[in-house]
């Protein structure tokens, strides 16, 4: 033990077991270490001690007595090492995520009595994953006979179908943790699996089995967990799938091609967890969904369900998430739904067809962390949050319903709120930046496209407690000024169009977002006046349209990919080195731009709409336009003074769908 303890290399700020050995103690009261009654060392839990090395000459493999080996989440970076083969007593072997490469050595397949053998890598790059090729599977778990638990997650086995059923089935009678995700399996899934009748855990999500769930899935009698998303999966679920008494976990995600539905649930049912998101399962929910009162989670978000929501969910006492957005569900979502679900953390609703009030219960919940009711039709005032100084919302998504009367005071007091997403409703009244600025912890705030007045003269934006957002879209608001936004280092994307702004545009909008804002849309306003140095070496979207900006052409940054700058004043010419190279949407109509048609322009090889039409522009057309003819779908030059003939490669474009040169 003191040659293993002085070979492996360790970070000790992050160890914790290794670093509290003491020389001068019995091994057998070290951390992590067992021992049996005479004295030898039996088991071996190193996991998690920031190791990255020094295991194969360590004597670890001396320990001839080890029963329990743990050395899980350390980062070796290595082979598994050979010496492993002399540990013939190891029942329990767990070195998952802890940075071994390469091919499974032969000489672990010699090894008898393991029970739970845990080789998973999901934490690691894919590009190095354990490889069990040679040994295959078959080889590497023929003397396995007494195993109870087999992981291998994360493991290239990349074995047909006619290989790992049979590997499993002729020599784990008694598995019951099959744990093989993220293997490169192929389907289908062979019956000979039904062998395996102690099964209780299965696990084989993002393999390419391309297949129907077999029936009998439902015939395993002590099944508790069934995880098979991302399995590109097919055909129509089993209604037995969904009574299986003993089931816990059942998760048939991300497989877009399954079908089936929810034709109902037995008594004593123990789901706990439910997902089927991403699927085509579609129907209503059958009222029997109240019978899954262990039910902790349910996710059948981008689904085809609809109908109601039957009010037996209310019988779900245990429910902590639950996500059905993107469905086609209809109706009020009565009160008395959601009085008794005190556990709910995140509820999202989201993109349906429901209708009616939002219950105040719904905001009543003092666990509730997340609310998604956007893109809905829900009408009416919003409830107040009750005891907002304690609650723990940190999302409160309205956006795109009906709703109807002034934001409630409440909201401005929840401290922990992170994300309040408000526009294309229908709320009115006026918001003080005052209020606002109380919500230190809000990254992003979405007003836009109400009936709302927000108040750029009031509060302090400089105060320590102020947001620093990323994301701010306050479109449609009725801001006659600029508000001070000054101090925002962290903004990413800036909204403030179609209101009332006239004016210059300010110098401090250059620096918000320390270089980092990718969208900054200043359209529809009354700015006249763009004041130098206008740089954002990360920006991918300026929006100026629809102003009466004037003087010369602003050079939009190389990295902008959208430009709008039609409908203003600007009466220059377009600089010969204008910089265009990232762009997809460039326009700049309805403005008074004189001068030829840059041939920089033609360095614009990904642009899809250039749209100069209504100018004073003169001379020709740039031949080298036609080096664009494989990506531009709308060129607009209509209106201008541009004199020449179109190049006849330019007339034969396939991709060219709108050209107007009129």
């Known amino acids: 033990m003191l040659k293993l303890h002085d070979s492996l290399k360790i970070n000790a700020s992050e160890s914790t077991k290794l670093v509290s050995w003491n020389m001068s103690e019995d091994c057998c009261n070290w951390a992590g270490v067992s021992c049996d009654e005479v004295g030898h060392v039996t088991g071996l839990d190193l996991s998690y001690e920031s190791i990255s090395g020094g295991i194969e000459k360590s004597g670890l493999f001396n320990l001839s007595y080890l029963r329990m080996l743990n050395l899980s989440g350390n980062n070796f970076n290595t082979t598994l090492p050979t010496g492993l083969a002399n540990l013939t007593e190891l029942i329990h072997l767990n070195l998952s995520n802890a940075g071994f490469v390469n091919q499974i050595p032969i000489e672990i397949s010699k090894m008898t009595s393991f029970v739970t053998f845990d080789l998973s890598s999901l934490d690691f790059p894919r590009d190095f994953p354990l490889i069990l090729e040679n040994p295959n599977l078959a080889t590497l778990v023929q003397n396995f006979r007494q195993l109870r638990e087999l992981h291998l997650d994360g493991v290239n086995i990349s074995a047909g179908s006619n290989e790992w059923y049979q590997a499993l089935s002729s020599s784990l009678p008694n598995l019951q943790v099959l744990s093989l995700s993220f293997c490169y399996l192929a389907g289908p899934i062979h019956p000979s699996l039904a062998k395996l009748q102690s099964l209780s855990v299965i696990r084989l999500d993002a393999n390419y089995l391309n297949t129907p769930i077999p029936d009998f899935f439902a015939n395993f009698s002590k099944l508790t967990v069934l995880s098979l998303s991302s399995c590109q999966l097919n055909g129509t679920v089993s209604e037995r799938l969904f009574q299986i008494p003993t089931l816990e976990v059942l998760d048939l995600s991300n497989n877009a091609l399954l079908q089936g539905s929810l034709a109902g649930f037995g008594e004593n049912m123990s789901l706990r967890t439910m997902l089927l998101s991403y699927t085509q399962l ?11 009162t262990n039910l902790s989670t349910i996710e059948l978000a981008v689904c085809n369900f609809s109908g109601p929501i039957p009010s037996s969910i209310a019988n779900l006492t245990q429910l902590v998430r639950l996500d059905f957005f993107a469905n086609a569900f209809t109706g009020e979502i009565p009160s008395s739904n959601w009085e008794g679900l005190l556990n709910l953390v995140n509820v999202d609703l989201g993109c349906n067809l429901f209708r009616g009030s939002i219950p105040s219960s719904l905001f009543a919940i003092p666990s509730l962390q997340m609310i998604q009711l956007s893109e809905n039709q829900f009408d009416g005032g919003v409830p107040e949050i009750q005891n907002a100084s304690f609650s723990s919302l940190n999302t409160l998504d309205l956006q795109s319903n009906k709703l109807e009367g002034p934001v409630p005071q409440s909201f401005f007091d929840i401290k922990g709120l992170r994300f309040l997403l408000l526009s294309s409703n229908k709320l009115n009244g006026t918001i003080k930046l005052d209020q606002i600025w109380k919500l230190g912890n809000l990254i992003e705030l979405d007003l836009s496209y109400n009936n709302l007045t927000v108040d750029a003269k009031s509060g302090n934006s400089t105060r320590p407690s102020s947001p620093q957002f990323m994301y701010l879209r306050l479109a449609s608001c009725n801001f006659r000024v600029f508000p001070d936004l000054g101090n925002q280092s962290r903004l990413r994307q800036l ?162 769908r709108t050209l107007d040169l009129s």
């Open 282 to 292: 579609s129907g209503a929910l059958p009222p029997s969904l109240g019978r899954l």
């Open 495 to 656: 909204d403030l169009s179609d209101n009332q702004i006239n004016g210059s545009v300010p110098h401090w909008i250059w620096k918000i977002g320390n270089g980092y804002l990718t969208h900054l849309n200043l359209s529809k306003n009354l700015l006249t006046k763009l004041e130098q140095p206008y740089s954002f070496p990360s920006l991918r979207v300026l929006d100026l349209h629809l102003n009466q900006l004037h003087g010369k052409f602003p050079p939009p940054p190389p990295s902008a990919e959208y430009i709008d700058y039609s409908s203003n004043k600007f009466n220059s010419n377009i600089p010969q080195e204008v910089d265009l190279s990232a762009a997809i949407f460039f326009s700049a109509s309805n403005n008074s731009l004189t001068g030829a048609v840059p041939k920089s322009l033609c360095n614009a090889t990904s642009l899809q709409v250039l749209n100069l039409s209504n100018n004073k522009l003169n001379g020709t057309i740039p031949r080298c336009i036609i080096q664009m003819r494989e990506t531009l779908g709308v060129l607009n030059l209509r209106r201008n003074s541009l004199t020449g003939s179109i190049p006849d490669e330019l007339r034969g474009s396939c991709e060219l």
